[in-house]
């Protein structure tokens, strides 16, 4: 990387550097602190992330413009005078904020060179040549960095403020302040809002990078990732925004896509019954919304391969009934089993119940006895004794020696 930068310093005319951390503050003095009347806590939040907050404290705070509060007034724009010399693409009228800061310090700043009677002097703007190559520096640096993630666009509007008197540092604060920025990162801010930290521009493409590749393994169309002006990709930001990692993504789709969509039919159709609110063709749509919690998408569809397993054995089925069936343990794969044994000989055992005035032998009290369901027991009872008495009437024969009730099968599945 230090080699690559030198080379792109050198076509830029600029002689190497050993590289810093990015964000390291200005070494040159600073001025005095002065008493601080304007603290913005949520540009202050946005500074510590990038300077920390002992840095911040050491400059006073800053204002609600983006400035440092050692920075002094003379050197600062206000909100109306920023926009004044910001052009329609974004970029900075040079001339126009010189003409400003010329005018509050009573200077003679240029941007082509000759001494200053104001705040600066040499050439390009304010400071001395040392301080206006360190702001050089500063932005080049940054620009390189964007540039490796295909956007330098976002830090070019910066190019201005190399003449002006801000601190290198506050370059990163006042890229984090540009709209684009705002909208190409803008699943930051609700990060923020929920009490989460912001992602680093490395990781929150690193991030996005791993839910295309998700997405493109699994098949899904295109148009959940499609990337919109520089990259962004909106449909993203809704996991970014709920701090999905992209193994629970992969999750989530797999849940959707194997569980239910490449599934029995009966899956479909007892999840639906259960939970109406997931409209048909929506299954992906619904377990990919990080508004839904993943535990309670399993507990559904696990609910549903239960209830679509009674159906598929010509039983009814209920999400009261299939959820408390999941809670005990059963799975897809028991279920199954399970439904099988009990559709074989559920009939027959309500016959004789009702033949022997016997209590009623239901599909609730085979599944107790089948699933292992508290009372178990008592429900195993019943069936043994229904079918002692048809063996006694016909002499040790049974009419369901073939189905689930002739034989305890109770912990089989």
Do not use: C, H
Request: proline content about 5%; charged content about 25%.
């Amino acid at each position: 990387m230090v080699d690559e930068r030198d080379k792109a310093r050198a076509r830029l005319g600029l002689p190497p550097v050993t590289p810093a951390p990015l964000y390291n503050y200005n070494p040159l003095p600073q001025s005095p602190v002065t008493p601080v009347t304007d603290r913005n806590a949520a540009k202050e939040a946005e500074a510590i992330r990038i300077v920390g907050k002992e840095e911040v404290e050491r400059r006073g705070g800053v204002n609600s413009q983006g400035y440092f509060n050692d920075v002094p007034a003379s050197q600062q724009l206000t909100a109306e005078e920023y926009k004044s010399v910001t052009k329609k693409d974004g970029t900075i009228d040079s001339e126009a904020m010189l003409a400003i800061l010329n005018k509050k310090t009573g200077g003679n700043l240029s941007l082509t060179g000759g001494a200053g009677t104001g705040t600066g002097t040499g050439t390009g703007g304010i400071g001395t040549p040392e301080q206006q190559a360190a702001r050089q520096s500063a932005f080049d640096l940054l620009k390189l960095q964007f540039d490796e993630y295909g956007l330098g666009a976002l830090v070019e509007p910066l190019r201005g403020l190399i003449q002006e008197g801000v601190s290198p540092s506050e370059f990163a604060v006042r890229l984090r302040q540009t709209d684009p920025y705002k909208k190409r990162f803008a699943a930051n801010a609700s990060r923020i809002s929920k009490g989460l930290r912001a992602l680093s521009e490395a990781d929150y493409i690193d991030l996005e990078d791993g839910y295309q590749k998700v997405m493109r393994n699994y098949g899904l169309p295109a148009s959940y990732y499609t990337k919109g002006d520089l990259g962004r990709q909106e449909g993203f930001e809704k996991f970014i925004a709920g701090d999905v990692s992209a193994a629970e993504l992969e999750e989530r789709i797999v849940t959707a896509q194997k569980r239910v969509l490449d599934a029995a039919p009966e899956v479909m159709t007892a999840l639906k019954q259960f939970y109406p609110d997931i409209k048909n063709g929506e299954i992906l749509a619904y377990t990919l919304d990080p508004d839904k919690g993943l535990a309670d998408i399993r507990k559904k569809i696990t609910a549903a391969e239960i209830g679509g397993a009674a159906i598929g054995a010509g039983l009814g089925a209920s999400s009261t009934r299939a959820e408390e069936l999941a809670r005990y343990g059963v799975t897809a794969e028991t279920a199954r089993a399970g439904y099988e044994a009990i559709g074989g000989g559920l009939e027959r055992g309500r016959q004789l119940a009702s033949i022997y005035q016997q209590p009623d032998y239901n599909q609730a009290v085979a599944e107790e006895e089948i699933f292992n369901l508290p009372g178990q027991t008592q429900a195993g009872e019943k069936r043994k004794k229904i079918i002692g008495l048809e063996k006694a009437t016909f002499g040790g024969q049974t009419g369901v020696t073939s189905g689930a009730l002739s034989q305890n099968r109770a912990g089989s599945y």
